[in-house]
């Protein structure tokens, strides 16, 4: 049977799109089961497919595009 098929280009860029909005201003990028479900529902990925890219994704680090540092700065503003 072998390894499940990657998702395209094109589901990838929709489940990023999707993702990313859910994980916005979160360090982990780690979802509740209920939020996998909702992005299977959303954009049509299967599971298998979600859970391996964004777990990928959240192995990248920081998800807000800031350093520790400015991280810090804007915990301390707000």
Do not use: C, K
């Not at 807000?64 to 804007?74: E, I, K, L, P, S």
């Amino acid at each position: 049977m072998g390894r499940p098929p990657e998702a395209d280009e094109e589901s990838s860029h929709r489940l990023w799109q999707a993702w990313s909005s859910r994980v916005d201003g979160e360090t982990t990028g780690l979802l509740a089961p209920t939020d996998y479900l909702e992005l299977h529902r959303e954009t049509g990925v299967p599971m298998r497919a979600i859970w391996n890219l964004t777990q990928r994704w959240a192995q990248y680090g920081n998800l807000t595009g800031q350093n520790d540092d400015d991280a810090a700065q804007v915990g301390d503003d707000g």
